[in-house]
């Protein structure tokens, strides 16, 4: 199946699946089959393939993500509003995650242990 996201101001606003019979599976030959498939069924606006399996434009574009346009790849949204994004689109907490499993706490900004039970996921 491929996957196709309508992009509204920057932004991924909608999505398709289209069967691979259409389309075909070699991107990026395929993409331009799914947007005249998408055209003739009356859907307007720009349409770009996204990839499930992340083989390219970085990540599988949802709802709510940005599509960057210099670098031809959709970016998550913001985690946390203390998260920066980096020259990879890929975003950074302020502290770096220790090994293991962690959550991180945007009040105190820091992470948290889940291992082990504790009132900080109360902050």
């Known amino acids: 199946m491929a996957h196709f996201v309508q992009i509204t101001d920057g932004v991924v606003t909608d999505g398709m699946v289209i069967s691979n019979d259409v389309v075909g ?18 859907y307007v606006g720009t ?40 020259s990879s689109n890929d975003w950074v907490p302020p502290v770096p995650k220790p090994e293991g499993w962690y959550s991180w706490n945007e009040g105190n900004q820091s992470w948290i242990n889940i291992d082990e039970p504790s009132d900080e996921f109360l902050d």
Not at 26 to 36: L, N, R
């Open 47 to 86: 349409w770009l393939q996204t990839s499930y399996n992340h083989n390219f434009r970085k990540q599988y574009a949802g709802i709510g993500f940005t599509y960057d346009v210099d670098a031809n790849e959709f970016v998550a949204p913001q985690p946390f509003p203390s998260w920066t994004l980096n």
């Open 25 to 42: 599976t070699e991107f990026p030959a395929s993409e331009s089959v799914g947007q005249e498939f998408i055209r003739n069924h009356k």
